[in-house]
């Protein structure tokens, strides 16, 4: 029973040293940490594969044939390993306007099925008359699967969706400063698509 007491006074007499030491005056709060993420140059190469389009996609990404079963020629991925994301290219030919508005309203329902957790989606019109290619980008908030995706189009023959995901759990604040660093690169991807 003594080594009990003389343990109890010895932890007391500790725990009044640490208790002390959290009443200072002069504790501020630490600012938000993240890790330093060091971003490449930004430089661009050509894509121009069989493919019935051509793109600029960035040198520090690689584009690798879509490995899912149901894939289709000409469907491809931006893959940046550095980052641990991609952007899922899906092409389809249009061979009437009932595919065609099927086409543009899939996209749009994949883009809207983020609603669960989307805070916002904001839709961006693409309109490039000069290279026929028209479309949409749908830019999603918050933690979501897929924060960016985009279809383009000439509307009478070609049709290309895009979708940017990250392997990764979606964390918003851990992503961000990546999420815009891709972003810049998509908007490239769709400035420079042309079709053959």
């Not at 003389?6 to 208790?19: C, E, F, K, Q, R």
């Not at 509307?155 to 815009?180: C, M």
Request: net charge negative; glycine share 6%; proline share 6%.
């Amino acid at each position: 029973m003594l080594k009990y007491v003389g343990y109890l006074l010895v932890l007391g007499t500790a725990a009044s040293g640490v208790w002390a030491g959290c009443t200072s005056e002069d504790y501020s709060p630490k600012p938000r940490g993240y890790f330093r993420i060091t971003f490449p140059e930004k430089t661009y190469q050509r894509f121009s594969g069989d493919c019935p389009y051509t793109f600029d996609f960035p040198a520090y990404a690689a584009i690798e044939p879509d490995q899912t079963a149901d894939a289709q020629p000409c469907w491809v991925d931006v893959w940046f390993p550095q980052f641990n994301a991609r952007i899922h290219l899906s092409y389809m030919p249009v061979h009437n306007r009932e595919i065609f508005n099927e086409l543009v309203e899939d996209a749009r329902t994949f883009a809207f099925n983020h609603t669960v957790k989307a805070t916002a989606i904001d839709q961006h019109r693409i309109d490039r008359p000069d290279d026929g290619v028209y479309g949409l980008k749908y830019d999603i908030k918050g933690n979501t699967a897929s924060s960016v995706q985009f279809f383009v189009t000439d509307s009478t023959r070609h049709y290309l969706r895009g979708a940017l995901y990250f392997n990764e759990k979606p964390r918003l604040d851990s992503i961000q400063p990546v999420l815009d660093f891709i972003r810049a690169d998509i908007d490239t991807l769709i400035q420079s698509l042309r079709w053959k």
